[in-house]
């Protein structure tokens, strides 16, 4: 058996064999670390041109904002401004509206409901107030009634307080016509109360009215309309309210103390 010759590898050679390889190795170790770098590079430039873009987006967005307020406000002042003719047109619609309908008739007298508005020109006041043929003479609420004398003439002086508990109170000072006797229902006895004489107006109709002085703070109504006071001037549907058109106060005019409500709240039942 012949042995097998191995081929001699000398030095020189090996180091050159090592040479290449680490020539080879670092090559590739740099081509390597370029290509890092060259992406590095490129993500960069990408970062870079993206900040650039996040800067002017957000530059438009402010330009937006501020053109966004800019609209609110001309909208709101526009709101203002319209509201402004809203109003105007209104209030010119209003001055050239239809004149108050005419009050209810039946031939020459008035139509009344079961209750209306009534003026009383002492106190430049609307009052409701009701109407009852069943009663006699017509009554008037009043409290701290005193009376006086002024030319020669009784007056009485008194203050209208048209709901029990209400804080409006109107005084009055009207010339007394004469003093009526008052039966109480409840208890039989006779009671003298002065009557007295005020303009008044209901619908279109003024006229001057005899009103016996009673408190009627405690009655649905602080003002009753009575026979003496219907008759020749009215007529009356029981079953309608405020028929008439309710009268306006007078403008050139100082008011009494100003009242807070002019529609009394449902209470004790009438009774006179």
């Not at 170790?29 to 590095?40: E, G």
């Not at 005419?102 to 031939?107: D, E, N, Q, R, V």
């Amino acid at each position: 058996m012949q042995n097998e010759t191995r081929p001699t590898v000398s030095n020189e050679q090996l180091k050159s064999a090592l040479s290449d390889s680490e020539s080879r190795i670092q090559n590739q170790l740099s081509q390597q670390c370029q290509k890092v770098i060259d992406n590095q590079n490129k993500h960069q430039a990408g970062l870079q041109s993206f900040s650039k873009e996040q800067q002017v987006t957000r530059k438009q967005l402010d330009e937006l904002n501020h053109q966004v307020e800019q609209l609110s406000e001309k909208l709101a002042q526009r709101a203002v401004v319209e509201s402004a003719q809203t109003a105007q047109v209104a209030a010119a619609a209003n001055s050239q509206s239809c004149p108050p309908p005419a009050p209810m008739t039946l031939g020459d007298k008035l139509v009344l409901g079961q209750s209306e508005w009534l003026w009383i020109e002492a106190v430049n006041r609307v009052f409701p107030a009701r109407v009852d043929t069943g009663a006699t003479t017509s009554s008037l609420t009043a409290q701290d009634i005193v009376t006086l004398e002024r030319d020669g003439q009784k007056w009485a002086r008194f203050t209208i307080v048209p709901e029990e508990g209400s804080d409006n109170s109107y005084e009055v000072e009207a010339p007394i016509a004469r003093i009526a006797n008052i039966r109480q229902s409840s208890t039989n006895e006779i009671d003298k109360r002065p009557v007295v004489r005020l303009t008044i107006k209901i619908g279109n109709m003024t006229d001057t009215a005899e009103f016996t002085l009673t408190d009627r703070s405690h009655m649905n109504y602080p003002i009753l309309l009575g026979r003496e006071f219907l008759k020749d001037i009215a007529v009356v549907d029981v079953a309608k309210k405020n028929v008439q058109p309710k009268p306006e106060l007078l403008t050139d005019r100082a008011s009494a103390i100003p009242k807070k409500a002019e529609q009394a709240n449902p209470k004790a039942s009438e009774e006179e």
